[in-house]
């Protein structure tokens, strides 16, 4: 891996990796981490069985990939989050 990561980092990794509209492009922007290098960390840092089931969500989706998504879908942002 290129860097180092604070687990807050891995957190925020998996989390994004869990959302079906964060694309693996924003990972890669946000961390530098190319969408194998992100599979490992979810391999390593998840159950085995929740590591399958995320694999088998994420296989596939078009929302995952940016080249794959149509263009009606635009970015998400939660009230929470700051302009």
């Known amino acids: 891996m290129k860097q180092t990561l604070s ?3 891995i ?3 998996i989390q994004m990796a869990w959302e ?4 693996f492009e924003a990972i890669t922007f946000q961390f530098g981490l190319k969408e194998n ?4 960390i979810m391999r390593r840092e998840m159950k ?3 590591f399958k089931i995320w694999r088998k969500r994420v296989t596939g989706r078009t929302t995952k ?3 794959l998504r149509s263009g009606d879908v635009q970015r998400f942002r939660c009230r929470q989050q700051k302009d």
């Open 11 to 13: 957190d925020r990794i």
């Open 65 to 67: 990939h940016a080249k």
């Open 20 to 23: 079906d509209r964060t694309p």
């Open 7 to 9: 687990e807050t980092d």
């Open 48 to 50: 085995p069985t929740s």
């Open 37 to 40: 290098e992100v599979r490992e």
